[in-house]
T-cell receptor
Protein backbone atom coordinates (compact mmCIF):
# COMPACT_ATOMS: atom_id res chain seq x y z
CA UNK A 1 0.00 0.00 0.00
CA UNK A 2 1.33 3.44 -0.94
CA UNK A 3 2.13 5.77 1.92
CA UNK A 4 0.21 8.54 0.14
CA UNK A 5 -3.08 7.83 -1.63
CA UNK A 6 -5.01 10.32 -3.71
CA UNK A 7 -8.58 10.16 -4.94
CA UNK A 8 -9.98 10.34 -7.46
CA UNK A 9 -7.28 9.45 -9.98
CA UNK A 10 -9.18 11.21 -12.75
CA UNK A 11 -11.85 13.86 -12.50
CA UNK A 12 -13.79 15.57 -15.28
CA UNK A 13 -16.14 18.43 -14.48
CA UNK A 14 -17.91 21.34 -16.08
CA UNK A 15 -16.74 24.91 -15.78
CA UNK A 16 -18.02 26.50 -12.59
CA UNK A 17 -18.27 23.30 -10.55
CA UNK A 18 -16.80 22.95 -7.05
CA UNK A 19 -13.90 20.49 -7.11
CA UNK A 20 -12.53 18.37 -4.27
CA UNK A 21 -9.39 16.23 -4.44
CA UNK A 22 -8.50 14.06 -1.48
CA UNK A 23 -5.18 12.88 -0.05
CA UNK A 24 -4.70 10.30 2.70
CA UNK A 25 -1.37 9.29 4.19
CA UNK A 26 -0.21 6.60 6.56
CA UNK A 27 3.05 7.98 8.01
CA UNK A 28 3.94 10.66 10.48
CA UNK A 29 4.53 13.92 8.71
CA UNK A 30 5.90 17.38 9.40
CA UNK A 31 4.15 18.99 6.43
CA UNK A 32 1.95 18.27 3.43
CA UNK A 33 2.32 19.86 0.00
CA UNK A 34 -0.12 20.33 -2.85
CA UNK A 35 1.49 20.71 -6.27
CA UNK A 36 0.08 21.47 -9.70
CA UNK A 37 1.62 20.00 -12.85
CA UNK A 38 0.64 21.76 -16.04
CA UNK A 39 0.00 19.89 -19.29
CA UNK A 40 3.41 21.12 -20.46
CA UNK A 41 5.06 19.35 -17.53
CA UNK A 42 6.06 22.23 -15.26
CA UNK A 43 5.37 21.80 -11.54
CA UNK A 44 4.21 24.61 -9.27
CA UNK A 45 3.84 24.48 -5.52
CA UNK A 46 0.33 25.53 -4.46
CA UNK A 47 0.31 25.03 -0.69
CA UNK A 48 2.35 23.74 2.20
CA UNK A 49 0.31 22.79 5.27
CA UNK A 50 1.09 21.50 8.71
CA UNK A 51 -2.32 22.21 10.24
CA UNK A 52 -5.66 23.84 9.57
CA UNK A 53 -6.57 25.53 6.33
CA UNK A 54 -5.03 27.81 3.71
CA UNK A 55 -6.66 29.78 0.91
CA UNK A 56 -5.22 31.33 -2.21
CA UNK A 57 -7.66 32.81 -4.67
CA UNK A 58 -10.11 30.08 -5.67
CA UNK A 59 -8.01 27.33 -4.11
CA UNK A 60 -8.46 26.08 -0.55
CA UNK A 61 -6.41 23.38 1.17
CA UNK A 62 -7.27 21.73 4.46
CA UNK A 63 -5.55 19.14 6.59
CA UNK A 64 -6.76 16.97 9.47
CA UNK A 65 -3.67 15.67 11.26
CA UNK A 66 -5.60 13.23 13.48
CA UNK A 67 -7.32 11.62 10.50
CA UNK A 68 -4.19 11.86 8.28
CA UNK A 69 -6.20 13.43 5.52
CA UNK A 70 -6.02 16.54 3.37
CA UNK A 71 -8.30 18.01 0.75
CA UNK A 72 -7.75 20.48 -2.05
CA UNK A 73 -10.82 22.42 -3.14
CA UNK A 74 -11.26 24.56 -6.23
CA UNK A 75 -14.20 26.93 -6.30
CA UNK A 76 -15.76 28.19 -9.57
CA UNK A 77 -13.54 25.87 -11.63
CA UNK A 78 -12.24 27.06 -14.98
CA UNK A 79 -10.70 25.22 -17.96
CA UNK A 80 -7.32 26.72 -17.06
CA UNK A 81 -7.47 24.68 -13.83
CA UNK A 82 -7.04 21.53 -15.94
CA UNK A 83 -3.83 19.93 -14.69
CA UNK A 84 -2.52 17.10 -12.56
CA UNK A 85 -2.69 17.84 -8.84
CA UNK A 86 -0.17 16.06 -6.66
CA UNK A 87 -0.14 15.59 -2.91
CA UNK A 88 3.23 15.10 -1.20
CA UNK A 89 4.13 14.58 2.45
CA UNK A 90 7.34 15.37 4.26
CA UNK A 91 8.07 12.57 6.68
CA UNK A 92 8.63 13.72 10.25
CA UNK A 93 11.75 11.65 10.82
CA UNK A 94 13.64 12.95 7.78
CA UNK A 95 13.35 15.56 5.12
CA UNK A 96 12.23 13.10 2.48
CA UNK A 97 9.20 13.82 0.35
CA UNK A 98 6.76 11.07 -0.61
CA UNK A 99 4.30 11.73 -3.41
CA UNK A 100 0.81 10.58 -4.26
CA UNK A 101 0.06 9.33 -7.75
CA UNK A 102 -1.67 12.53 -8.74
CA UNK A 103 -5.20 13.45 -9.78
CA UNK A 104 -5.78 14.41 -13.40
CA UNK A 105 -8.40 17.17 -13.48
CA UNK A 106 -10.14 18.20 -16.68
CA UNK A 107 -12.54 21.15 -16.66
CA UNK A 108 -14.72 21.39 -19.75
CA UNK A 109 -16.12 24.77 -20.91
CA UNK B 1 14.07 36.46 -11.72
CA UNK B 2 14.00 33.76 -9.03
CA UNK B 3 14.34 30.41 -10.71
CA UNK B 4 15.69 26.88 -10.81
CA UNK B 5 17.41 25.94 -14.05
CA UNK B 6 18.27 22.51 -15.38
CA UNK B 7 20.45 21.49 -18.29
CA UNK B 8 20.06 19.82 -20.62
CA UNK B 9 16.28 19.84 -21.05
CA UNK B 10 16.36 16.84 -23.36
CA UNK B 11 19.01 14.16 -23.68
CA UNK B 12 19.23 10.91 -25.60
CA UNK B 13 22.22 8.78 -24.71
CA UNK B 14 23.43 5.19 -24.75
CA UNK B 15 23.90 2.65 -22.01
CA UNK B 16 27.07 3.15 -20.00
CA UNK B 17 27.99 6.65 -21.17
CA UNK B 18 28.46 8.83 -18.09
CA UNK B 19 26.34 11.96 -17.96
CA UNK B 20 25.63 14.89 -15.67
CA UNK B 21 22.41 16.87 -15.41
CA UNK B 22 23.05 20.27 -13.89
CA UNK B 23 20.74 22.12 -11.53
CA UNK B 24 21.22 25.67 -10.36
CA UNK B 25 19.12 28.03 -8.23
CA UNK B 26 19.53 31.76 -7.63
CA UNK B 27 17.43 32.05 -4.46
CA UNK B 28 20.11 31.13 -1.91
CA UNK B 29 18.04 28.13 -0.82
CA UNK B 30 19.67 25.62 1.48
CA UNK B 31 17.52 22.59 0.54
CA UNK B 32 17.79 21.07 -2.93
CA UNK B 33 16.48 17.80 -4.27
CA UNK B 34 16.24 15.57 -7.33
CA UNK B 35 13.13 13.65 -8.38
CA UNK B 36 12.24 11.34 -11.20
CA UNK B 37 8.76 10.99 -12.66
CA UNK B 38 7.59 7.84 -14.40
CA UNK B 39 4.16 6.89 -15.78
CA UNK B 40 2.20 4.93 -13.20
CA UNK B 41 4.79 5.55 -10.49
CA UNK B 42 4.51 9.29 -10.08
CA UNK B 43 7.27 11.42 -8.60
CA UNK B 44 9.95 9.77 -6.50
CA UNK B 45 12.81 11.40 -4.64
CA UNK B 46 16.33 10.39 -5.68
CA UNK B 47 18.62 12.48 -3.46
CA UNK B 48 18.33 15.60 -1.40
CA UNK B 49 20.71 18.06 0.21
CA UNK B 50 20.08 20.09 3.34
CA UNK B 51 23.08 22.36 2.73
CA UNK B 52 26.56 22.51 1.22
CA UNK B 53 28.38 19.19 1.62
CA UNK B 54 25.28 17.58 3.20
CA UNK B 55 23.47 15.07 1.01
CA UNK B 56 21.24 12.09 1.71
CA UNK B 57 19.44 9.36 -0.17
CA UNK B 58 15.81 9.56 -1.13
CA UNK B 59 13.69 6.58 -2.05
CA UNK B 60 15.37 5.63 -5.36
CA UNK B 61 19.10 6.53 -5.16
CA UNK B 62 20.51 3.44 -6.91
CA UNK B 63 22.52 4.33 -10.02
CA UNK B 64 22.78 8.02 -9.18
CA UNK B 65 25.31 10.28 -7.48
CA UNK B 66 25.08 13.89 -6.39
CA UNK B 67 27.38 16.54 -5.01
CA UNK B 68 26.79 19.86 -3.28
CA UNK B 69 30.01 21.83 -3.33
CA UNK B 70 28.31 25.22 -3.44
CA UNK B 71 24.88 26.34 -2.35
CA UNK B 72 23.51 27.22 -5.79
CA UNK B 73 24.41 24.00 -7.67
CA UNK B 74 23.29 20.40 -7.21
CA UNK B 75 24.30 18.23 -10.17
CA UNK B 76 22.91 14.74 -10.74
CA UNK B 77 25.44 12.25 -12.03
CA UNK B 78 24.70 8.98 -13.79
CA UNK B 79 28.00 7.10 -13.87
CA UNK B 80 26.75 4.26 -16.08
CA UNK B 81 23.23 4.98 -17.31
CA UNK B 82 20.90 2.09 -18.05
CA UNK B 83 17.57 2.00 -19.93
CA UNK B 84 15.61 1.83 -16.65
CA UNK B 85 16.86 5.36 -15.92
CA UNK B 86 14.88 6.68 -18.85
CA UNK B 87 12.63 9.18 -17.13
CA UNK B 88 11.63 12.80 -16.59
CA UNK B 89 13.87 14.39 -13.97
CA UNK B 90 13.08 17.42 -11.84
CA UNK B 91 15.35 19.42 -9.60
CA UNK B 92 13.85 21.56 -6.86
CA UNK B 93 15.02 23.96 -4.19
CA UNK B 94 13.29 25.03 -1.02
CA UNK B 95 13.39 27.57 1.76
CA UNK B 96 10.92 27.18 4.58
CA UNK B 97 9.34 24.17 2.91
CA UNK B 98 7.84 25.60 -0.30
CA UNK B 99 9.36 23.77 -3.24
CA UNK B 100 10.49 25.57 -6.40
CA UNK B 101 10.84 23.18 -9.32
CA UNK B 102 13.05 23.34 -12.36
CA UNK B 103 11.54 22.82 -15.82
CA UNK B 104 12.51 19.15 -16.04
CA UNK B 105 14.99 17.09 -18.05
CA UNK B 106 13.69 14.33 -20.27
CA UNK B 107 16.34 11.60 -20.43
CA UNK B 108 16.26 8.62 -22.77
CA UNK B 109 18.86 5.87 -22.36
CA UNK B 110 19.08 3.50 -25.32
Amino acid sequence: KNEVEQSPQNLTAQEGEFITINCSYSVGISALHWLQQHPGGGIVSLFMLSSGKKKHGRLIATINIQEKHSSLHITASHPRDSAVYICAVRRDVAQKLVFGQGTRLTINP
Amino acid sequence: EAQVTQNPRYLITVTGKKLTVTCSQNMNHEYMSWYRQDPGLGLRQIYYSMNVEVTDKGDVPEGYKVSRKEKRNFPLILESPSPNQTSLYFCASSLGGTQYFGPGTRLTVL
